[in-house]
């Protein structure tokens, strides 16, 4: 049985490839790496090469975990909303944006390369910041999801929680003006299965049990994550990394989910958004 944690961070400075070893004894297969801050992999971003050898450090650990478990990792790599935010703040507007656009282009290199299976996260910031830096957000968002659509390559967006449906709605918009819907998925998203399908967009959901079983009274359009952020100074702060095959294997015992939902959310709709065939090495 496929199953697929659509979003973790794996940090050489925690528990790195153990964290995945624990994801595939709880019976996990496949999982998704996500780059988080340049400064998590002991990084003080001054020039987009400085990215690089970030993302080079993911990119290494994911094919740590291909070559040493029986586990299939994919890599993600992004410029992190709050990083944006930070970079901003310490260069200003000129620079940052000129920083953003030549790491996009090194992420398109590493997505023409077959050395990343997408863009992530990228988007807006979780919390509070001026009218000004959340207009660069978005902008920077923009260019982010044109890049998708030019790769026809998948995009994770980190958003702000959705607290309406006008949020939705407006989302749909911008991913119709700037992306390709059929490749967004949208990172920590509410189990609002029912309003995902109609924008046309691939929800990610944390997966607690009350979480999956809200999403499934919907439909299974969706993904299941995370967001294990690996960081030894804050245990417990998130999810563990057993918790996607956990909360799939209980439910699946409890006729919450029976196997063709768990092929839909583990499989079909990983390899629809990504573009990807699971069963290839
Ligand atoms: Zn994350």
Same mark, same amino acid.
């Given at each position: 049985?496929?199953i697929?944690?659509?979003?973790?961070?794996?940090d050489p400075?925690?528990?790195?490839?153990e964290?995945a070893k624990?994801?595939?004894?709880a019976g996990g297969?496949?999982?998704f790496?996500?780059?988080?801050?340049a400064e998590d992999?002991?990084?003080?971003?001054?020039?987009?090469?400085?990215?690089?050898r970030?993302?080079?450090i993911?990119?290494?650990?994911?094919k740590?975990?291909?070559?040493?478990t029986?586990l299939?990792?994919?890599?993600i790599?992004?410029?992190?909303?709050?990083?944006?935010?930070e970079?901003y703040?310490?260069y200003?507007?000129?620079?940052?944006?000129d920083?953003c656009?030549?790491t996009f282009?090194?992420?398109?290199?590493?997505?023409v390369?077959?050395?990343?299976v997408?863009i992530?996260?990228?988007g807006?910031?979780?919390f509070?910041v001026?009218? !000004?830096i959340?207009?660069?957000s978005?902008?920077?968002?923009?260019?982010?999801?044109k890049?998708?659509? !030019?790769?026809n390559c998948?995009?994770q967006l980190?958003l !702000?929680?959705?607290?309406?449906?006008e949020? &939705?709605?407006?989302?749909e918009?911008?991913?119709?003006?700037?992306g390709?819907?059929?490749?967004?998925i949208?990172h920590?998203?509410?189990?609002?299965?029912?309003?995902? !399908?109609e924008?046309?967009?691939?929800?990610?959901?944390?997966a607690?049990e009350?979480?999956?079983?809200?999403?499934?009274?919907?439909?299974n359009? &969706?993904?299941?994550?995370t967001d294990?952020i690996?960081?030894?100074?804050r245990p417990?702060?998130?999810?563990?990394?057993?918790?996607?095959?956990r909360?799939?294997l209980?439910?699946l015992?409890?006729g919450?989910?029976d196997?063709?939902d768990?092929?839909?959310?583990?499989?079909e709709?990983?390899?629809?958004?990504y573009?990807?065939?699971?069963?290839e090495?």
């Open positions: 049985m496929i697929t944690d659509n979003h973790m961070h794996l400075q925690g528990l790195g490839i964290a624990k994801f595939q004894r297969t496949h999982l790496i996500i780059y988080k801050y992999y002991g990084i003080n971003v001054k020039n987009e090469k400085d990215f690089e970030a993302y080079d993911v990119i290494k650990m994911c740590r975990v291909n070559d040493r029986d299939k990792a994919y890599c790599i992004g410029i992190h909303p709050a990083e944006v935010v970079l703040k310490k200003g507007e000129k620079k940052t944006w920083l656009m030549k282009d090194i992420i398109a290199e590493k997505y390369e077959k050395e990343i997408g992530g996260e990228i807006r910031p979780h509070p001026s009218d !000004e959340m207009e660069f978005q902008k920077v968002m923009n260019e982010g999801l890049l998708s659509r !030019e790769l998948a995009v980190h !702000e929680s959705f607290e309406n449906r949020k &939705f709605y407006e989302l918009k911008t991913v119709k003006r700037y390709k819907k059929e490749r967004v949208k920590f998203a509410p189990p609002e299965i029912k309003i995902f !399908e924008i046309e967009i691939m929800p990610s959901v944390i607690s009350n979480n999956i079983r809200k999403a499934i009274k919907e439909g359009r &969706f993904l299941m994550e294990y690996d960081d030894l100074k417990g702060a998130v999810m563990g990394p057993k918790t996607v095959p909360t799939t209980k439910l015992r409890a919450v989910l196997e063709e768990i092929f839909r959310i583990h499989k709709n990983i390899e629809k958004v573009g990807i065939d699971l069963n090495p």
